[in-house]
Every structure is written in structure tokens, then in C-alpha cells.
């Protein structure tokens, strides 16, 4: 909660700075809880118990609301006090100030329009276009404002005993809270609901060590298809308003004691005692002179010429051409297949003679080859079917409850319905229902339509895993009823 | 970053909390907690009221519980003998006010009155017509009571669970209490297993006989379930 209100007062800085700024401008005594009094009893365990209690805001809203109308009174007193100078008081209704409002609530509470009416008449804007003769009249421009839902009845804490009102007459609600944008108020109530179903968090999914994604308060239906493919599917959320409480305690020892630290008139002084110190600059001059030294220097009257010696050196670099070329390499690696086709040929010869003689016969040499592959293809010349138009199978679960809330104690059933919406059959149908740790299943409790068996195992965070499984595959447009009963912890 | 940051700092200039006792402690969950249990009355319930617009003023049903039997006397200031009724008692108060009740005529403990205060943080949000049957429990056991005799003070933040991170167990003799060392951050702790709802303090005070009603700091509306419709159970 105040990490987010922490977050929230970061976030809505400028709106937050604005509200503080609001009620503590309204209600000077909002922020008397820094006095020093304060500070020094909060350095001790008992100050709550021994401090004041602070000025509630419903006090300082009666006397924002007490001086805005004596404010007010004054006003109406003032006009006609020109004629008389003994003040009168008058009756008048209050009207409360107009707070600063979001640019998105602004056309949802008017000040000083009935709450209870709110009805937001269209506000029409008419431009009224220039005369002239060749230009079409202008038509006029409606603005239509769309009245929205007031929020400031929801908001507006009603009257108590002792306490008739805490809003003024007629007015929508104490200035401090009375914009509340649809939707601000508060927004983390499922900390209130005890839910069950559905699949959060990490999604369930398989991989090749298994299932994973089950967390607790999952409810998810296991299946194959007619293929053999394995799907998952969430079931529907159920929540049961059970709000839970639980407290943490410490007890301490309130001190009130009051401890002074200062110094016990100890005067400590650390002087030079005397001790008398001359430091002087120690300045010491030396005068050296040269005696009878005189020395002449004049130009030598020698010319010399220092010339270049007109040694030049040229270094070039030389330009040196190194070509590489890649030698053409062409090589080729291929499978060699060798196909040897033998067929059988019947090879015949026949010679004549060119010398006829007499004992020469002609004479016939045959060979015989036979198949070494034997390569033969069939060709499919019909091909008969039998096509199924059913489509296919799915599951659909859908989780129930029998109560809207329950305390810790209070017995919940709950049903699942499952339902193939597809034509083809579902096999090895599963349930799983990954309880919530404030349930506990109750031996003995689960029932199904169909046949099949329970499984329950522990799931590591203090409750169970109840595995439905149905024996039989899930014809098609058929649907089945799992139910069991949980104790709310 | 350093926007948010000053922000906050802001902020906290702006609340009045940047006083001497009132800086946090070192925080076991890495975040700001600039609120704890050891402020003055009230300053964590007009925090939260802040932040959140139109908590303030709204009813939670409160149901103050002894250990066996007794007497619970609220003090709305409609009179100074405050408004007597028999434990286990439930009524409305008011979120973001500061209420000081009397416990006494407990059988455990003849003879003996304890002022308990109980600061209202949040309030729930029950389906509509369900608010009285899930008030806020607010229970006072036997070892508490001792050790506010023995001039102790005992000091609880009651939130609401988590139900994702809720403890396995069941709740039989009332909530779940857990003891936390006296230098610990209550509401952190708190906030850390769900959600801050009241504070509650339970010392050894008794009224100052010349301090008068403000022991009992301003007088706040206290809504008993007698003038409230009482819905049919809910199956």
C-alpha cells in the first residue's frame, strides 16, 4: 500500500503538492503533528499511547466549514452595512469554494448546482458570422457536453449521530476530496476477492522436462487432439470475497525520560602558557665583488663562412610492385556415380568366307548378358478416400462457485464444467486445479459425470493439485461436470 | 529519477515529516518507508487520507474482540461516559481518525480498565449490503493485556493478506499474529504481507483526572450496527 502511495505521491507530485497544499492552506492545524513537543515524545515508544491525539480532519473540516460561513456571513452583512453600522447577522447558505479539479472532471460537478440532479444542461456557443454578401452564413458551432456520472455522492461521507452532517447544506461534500476523477478512488481491491481459475502469471506450456506455468489458483484442461497434439486451456476465474487479516505485534518499554546532555559547567581552557616565542626573519646579506678583473671581448675580425656542403640526398622510395595473382584452380569434386546398364544383347556374327574353301563352315557366336538392376515404377491410378467434415475438437471450461463470499471456515463448492465444442473426439482429458493456499480441499468431496479418477497431490505452497482424468475419450459436443468442495482457511 | 526523487522529498518537506525522530530506519525491503508505527497519533491514517482522495470519512465496521467476555466504551463525545456495550462489539468508524476505547469487566482480569487506541488506515469493499459482516477484527488476547499491566505497550498493525501470499493455515482462534522485533518497521512489515489497515496500541495509560475529555483526543462519529440495516446472511 504506501509503496504505491509513495508512488503515487511521486507521480501526482504537482496534484499531491496541490491537495497538501489544500488542506493544509484550509486547515492550519493539519500539520501540527511536527511541533517540537511531537518530536521529542516520538523519540520514546510511548507516544502514542501518551501523546495527544491529533486534530482530526473532521474537526478542522467543521472549522474550515465554520469560518467560510462566518466568511461568508460577513460578506452578505457587508453590503448593506453602508446604511447601518450595527452589524446584523444573517442566516445564509454556505457555499463551499471551488477546488481545483481535474481537466477530466470538470464537466461533472458544476459548483453550485444541486448533487443529487447533476444534470449538465449542452452548453451552446454560437458564432455569430460577419455579414457579407458573397460568403454563406456561418452556421453555428454547438458544443455539446456529455454529462458524465457524478462521483461526489459515492465520496461524500454521510451524516452521523452526534455528527448531523459533515457536508454543508446543499453543497456536494467538503471541498478537501470532493474531486475524485471515475476510477481514481482506489484501484487494488483483489487483495479483498480469493479467486480460483483461470491461468496467471506464467502461462502453462510444455517442454522437454514437462509442464510448466502451473501456479497456484490455475485451473487449466489437458488434451489431445484427433492429431495427437497436446493442448492446454485455461478455465474461467472464479473470486469469492473472503477478506483475510492477520497482524503484526511488538511490544515495547515506553520510556519517559527526559535526559539533558550538556556540559556540567566544565570550563576547559588551553592557552600558551607562557611561553614566549621571537622568531625573527634571520636576513643575511653577502656582497661579493670581483677585484681588478676586467675583461674585453671584441669581435676577432674572422669571417667564416658556414655554407651548405651541397650534399644532397634524395631518398626515393622505390616503387615496388608485388603482384599476387590467385592461380586459376578449377577443381572438381563430384560424385562419381557409374551406372552400368547391361541389357541382354544378343550379338551375332556372321563372316563370310573371302577365300572360299572347301572345309570353311560358317560358324555362329553368341553371348548372353543378364540384368544387374532391375528398376520398376508404380504410378498410383486411384486413390479412394474417406474425407471427415467434423471439426476439430476443443475444450472449454468453465469454472463455478456456489457463493458470492465467505469467511474463514465457510465450506465452497466448486464445478467445473468442461465441454468438447469441437466435432472430433478429445483424448486423455484432464483437469488440473492448482488450489490457492486459503483453500483446503475436502477429502472424499469430488464427484464427476463422467468416468474417470482424482488425483491429489501436494503443491509446495500448503494446499493441493486435484488432477481430474477421464477414462474415456470426449466425444464431440459433449460436456461433463467435475465438482468438489474447499474449506476457506 | 532524480525528479521523482525530489518529489518525494517535497512532499515530505510539505507533511511535516522531516523532524527530528520521524526519519526511517534502516528498511529490510529496499524500499522508502517514511511512515512507522512510533508516530503521534493519527499522522499515518491523515497520510494515507491524503494520498488517497475520498478514503477519508468513509465507515469500516470495526469488531473489537476480548478474550473471553467484557465491556467496550466508546467515546464519541456525545457524552463524557461514552457509550457502553458488551464484547465481542462491532461498530463503524470512521477511516482516517483516531479512536481511544475502554476495555474493562473482563473476567480474566477483574478490576481493570485499559484504553487501547485503534487508528483507522483503509476500510474494505464488500459487495453492497455485506459491509457488516466483514469488519475489520480487532482482538485483544490475554498475553497482551498482561503486558500492557506490566507497563508495556503493545503495538499492532492489522492488515489484510495477501491471498497469493496468505499463510496455510487455518483461522480458527482469530488472526494470524506474528511477533516482530520492537525496533522493526510495523507497517513495513505489514505492507510487505498485504495490506495496512489499522494500527492499533494497547499500553497501561489511564485518563488524567484533570486532563478531562482530552485524553480522548477530538470526538469522532462512531456508527453502531443498531442504525444500520442489517443485510440477510449471504449464501
Known amino acids: ?489 | 529519477m532524480s525528479d521523482l526523487l525530489a518529489r518525494l522529498i517535497a512532499v515530505a518537506f510539505v507533511s511535516g515529516l522531516f523532524v527530528p525522530g520521524l526519519a526511517a530506519h534502516a528498511q529490510e525491503s529496499g524500499y522508502y518507508y517514511p511512515l512507522n508505527q512510533r508516530l503521534p497519533l493519527g499522522e499515518v491514517a491523515r497520510w494515507n487520507a491524503t494520498i488517497h482522495p475520498g478514503l477519508y470519512g468513509q465507515t469500516q465496521p470495526v469488531r473489537i474482540t476480548l478474550p473471553s467476555t467484557g465491556h467496550v466504551t466508546y467515546y464519541d463525545g456525545r457524552s463524557p461516559q461514552g457509550v457502553l456495550a458488551d464484547a465481542p462489539s462491532q461498530a463503524g468508524l470512521l477511516v482516517g481518525n483516531v479512536y481511544r476505547v475502554r476495555i474493562s469487566g473482563m473476567p480474566e482480569f477483574p478490576g481493570i480498565e485499559l484504553y487501547p487506541s485503534i487508528e483507522l488506515l483503509d476500510r474494505l469493499h464488500p459487495p453492497p449490503g455485506q459491509e457488516q459482516n466483514f469488519p475489520v477484527p480487532v482482538t485483544f488476547t490475554v498475553e497482551e493485556i498482561e503486558t500492557a499491566l506490566q507497563d508495556r505497550m503493545v503495538t499492532k498493525v492489522v492488515y489484510l493478506e495477501q491471498p497469493q501470499r496468505a499463510a496455510p493455515f487455518d483461522q480458527k482462534d482469530g488472526p494470524h499474529i506474528e511477533d516482530v522485533p520492537p525496533s522493526s518497521n510495523l507497517l513495513e512489515a505489514a505492507d510487505q504481507r498485504g495490506r495496512p489497515i489499522a494500527i492499533v496500541r494497547l499500553g497501561g495509560r489511564i485518563p488524567d483526572a484533570n486532563a478531562g475529555a482530552a485524553f480522548f483526543g477530538p470526538p469522532v462519529p462512531v456508527v453502531f450496527p443498531t442504525q444500520v440495516p442489517q443485510p440477510p446472511a449471504q449464501p
Not at chain 1, 55 to 64: G, I, K, M, Q
Request: with cysteine.
Open chain 1, 1 to 489: 500500500m504506501f509503496r504505491r502511495a509513495v508512488l503515487t505521491a511521486g507521480l501526482w507530485g504537482g496534484s499531491a503538492g496541490l491537495l497538501l497544499c489544500t488542506s493544509s492552506c484550509r486547515t492550519p492545524t493539519a500539520l501540527h503533528s511536527s511541533t517540537p513537543s511531537a518530536a521529542i515524545a516520538s523519540q520514546t515508544d510511548g507516544t502514542g499511547e501518551q501523546g495527544q491525539a491529533s486534530p482530526a480532519p473532521v474537526d478542522e473540516t467543521a472549522r474550515s466549514v465554520a469560518a467560510a460561513a462566518h466568511t461568508t456571513a460577513a460578506h452578505t452583512t457587508a453590503a448593506p452595512s453602508g446604511t447601518s453600522s450595527a452589524p446584523t447577522i444573517q442566516q445564509t447558505t454556505w457555499v463551499p469554494p471551488v477546488p481545483e479539479m481535474p481537466a477530466a472532471a470538470r464537466a461533472q460537478s458544476p459548483a453550485g448546482q444541486d448533487d443529487q440532479q447533476h444534470q449538465v444542461q449542452p452548453v451552446q456557443h454560437q458564432v455569430v458570422s460577419p455579414p457579407a454578401d458573397n460568403v454563406d452564413p456561418v452556421r453555428p458551432i454547438v458544443h455539446e457536453i456529455v454529462p458524465r456520472t457524478p462521483v461526489v455522492a459515492e465520496v461524500c461521507p454521510p451524516g452521523y449521530p452526534g455528527v448531523p452532517n459533515m457536508c454543508p447544506p446543499g453543497s456536494p461534500c467538503p471541498p478537501s476530496y470532493v474531486v475524485v476523477p471515475p476510477g481514481y478512488e482506489r484501484w487494488e481491491f483483489g487483495d479483498e476477492y480469493l479467486c480460483d481459475g483461470g491461468d496467471r502469471g506464467l502461462p502453462v506450456h510444455y517442454d522437454g522436462f514437462g509442464r510448466r506455468g502451473l501456479e497456484t489458483e490455475d485451473t487449466i484442461g489437458e488434451f489431445k487432439d484427433h492429431l495427437g497434439e497436446a493442448h492446454v486451456r485455461p478455465s474461467s476465474r472464479v473470486c469469492i470475497y473472503a477478506p483475510r487479516f492477520a497482524e503484526v505485534r511488538t511490544a515495547s518499554l515506553p520510556i519517559t525520560d527526559v535526559a539533558v546532555n550538556k556540559l556540567a559547567a566544565n570550563h576547559d581552557r588551553i592557552g600558551p602558557g607562557g611561553l614566549d616565542t621571537q622568531l625573527a626573519p634571520g636576513q643575511q646579506q653577502q656582497n661579493d665583488e670581483l677585484h681588478g678583473l676586467e675583461m674585453r671581448s671584441r669581435a676577432s675580425g674572422v669571417d667564416v663562412d658556414m655554407s651548405d656542403s651541397s650534399l644532397a640526398k634524395v631518398d626515393r622510395i622505390d616503387s615496388h610492385v608485388k603482384l599476387i595473382n590467385v592461380y586459376e584452380d578449377l577443381s572438381f569434386a563430384t560424385d562419381i556415380q557409374i551406372d552400368q546398364l547391361g541389357t541382354a544383347v544378343i550379338g551375332q556374327a556372321l563372316q563370310n568366307a573371302l577365300a572360299w574353301s572347301g572345309d570353311t563352315v560358317t560358324y555362329i557366336i553368341a553371348h548372353n548378358f543378364k540384368g544387374q538392376e532391375l528398376t520398376a515404377r508404380f504410378a498410383i491410378e486411384e486413390y479412394v478416400g474417406i474425407e471427415d467434415k467434423r471439426t476439430p475438437g476443443d475444450l472449454k471450461i468453465i469454472k463455478l462457485a456456489d457463493r458470492k463470499t465467505a469467511k474463514p471456515g465457510d465450506v465452497v463448492t466448486f464445478k467445473i464444467h468442461f465441454e468438447n465444442v469441437g466435432g472430433r473426439e478429445l483424448y486423455e482429458v484432464r483437469i488440473v486445479d492448482n488450489l490457492t493456499p486459503r483453500l483446503q480441499y475436502i477429502e472424499g468431496s469430488a464427484s464427476s459425470e463422467l468416468d474417470g479418477r482424482v488425483n491429489i497431490e501436494d503443491n509446495g505452497e500448503g494446499s493441493q493439485i486435484l488432477t481430474f482424468e477421464l477414462f474415456e475419450p470426449l466425444e464431440g459436443k459433449t460436456s461433463g461436470t467435475v465438482t468438489f468442495e474447499c474449506r476457506v482457511r
